[in-house]
């Protein structure tokens, strides 16, 4: 083993392309001969497998997993390159598979592929999951992220347009016997794209860039100075409506608030309810340049009742 030197995997891992600790092992199998660990990599199918995982990776699923008390729940993005294999059995068995097996290990609250790289996944390292799958499938696959919220309270999740945007919330008072209300906030998230849950939690920074920017309009349209501060403020309330769900109109009822809606399921079954935070994941966000906005799109659904 001594004589495994990270420049010996590096050199195996720039011929073959595949996994650093692929590498690692082949070489260790064949005792550190370099020609050796590429036939043995090209005969495990992994020198191609990862050459496909050069290739960009942007379709896929968003998927969620609950247990059955609410307590705990995990949202991940596994990625493909086509819709076409995002949407056949052996893929959807997979994420189901990861999900899982995150939900069975102890892993951290957010992390990628490297975090959960050991995690048991059907009596196998996930690692060796992705790799195989890869082979199998003929795609570059990866566990782009995943986050796991264990609570006191209760975890809503939702899932929209098959897969394209995912959703947890926390929220403390609740319990399994709160679903309804729980998914309810949980598609709001989806729908509405809130970046906080209350406006005690905005940044003074983006607070303090968002009032020059609408002081600089008021000014520009040649508001007097005297009422610029009053102008300034309303809009600044307005922004909160916009980015802290809380204050956010709901997407069902837009007679009520996301705050009302909490109070009124409070009172109807004697808990207090208050989000605590929320994660939303969209599909490819960040992978391409071109931009996806589903937002628009799940908030009509939801409105209709969808």
């Known amino acids: 083993m001594s ?3 990270a420049s010996l995997v590096k050199d195996l ?5 595949a996994g650093m600790m692929d590498c690692k092992r082949a070489l260790v199998e064949t005792k550190a001969d370099l020609d050796a660990a590429v036939s043995l990599l090209r005969e495990k199918g992994l020198a191609s497998a990862a050459k496909k995982a050069g290739r960009v ?5 968003v998927g969620v997993l609950a247990v059955d008390d609410a307590s705990e729940a995990v949202l991940l993005e596994l990625n493909c390159e086509t819709d076409f294999v995002a949407k056949t059995d052996n893929f959807i068995s997979l994420i189901t598979s990861v999900a899982n097996g995150l939900l069975s290990s102890d892993v951290p609250e957010q992390g990628t592929a490297d975090e959960a790289a050991d995690v048991d996944v059907d009596g196998s390292k996930l690692a060796d ?13 990866g566990l782009r992220r995943f986050t796991r919220i264990k609570t006191d309270g209760a975890v809503g999740s939702y899932v929209h347009a098959g897969g394209k945007i995912g959703v947890l919330i926390e929220v403390g008072g609740a319990t399994a016997e709160h679903a309804e209300v729980l998914r309810s906030l949980a598609m709001q998230v989806a729908a509405a794209f809130p970046r906080y849950a209350r406006r005690e939690d905005v940044p003074a920074a983006d607070l303090d860039n968002e009032r020059e920017i609408f002081k600089n309009q008021a000014l520009a349209s040649g508001k007097p100075e005297n009422i610029v501060d009053r102008i300034v403020e ?3 309330e307005k922004y909160y409506r916009e980015i802290c769900l809380v204050e956010q109109d709901y997407v069902r ?6 705050e009302k809606l909490l109070a009124q399921v409070g009172k109807e079954t004697g808990a207090e309810l208050e989000v605590r935070r929320f994660v939303r994941y969209q599909l490819g966000e960040g992978i391409e340049k071109k931009e996806a906005n589903l937002a628009e799109e799940v908030a009509e659904q939801i409105a209709k009742g969808s």
């Open 3 to 5: 004589n495994i030197t």
């Open 13 to 17: 891992r720039d011929r073959t392309g």
């Open 57 to 61: 990776a942007a379709e896929g699923l």
């Open 129 to 141: 999951v992705i790799t195989e799958s890869i082979a199998n499938i003929g795609e570059n696959i």
């Open 234 to 236: 309303g809009k600044i």
């Open 253 to 258: 009822d837009p007679d009520l608030t996301i």
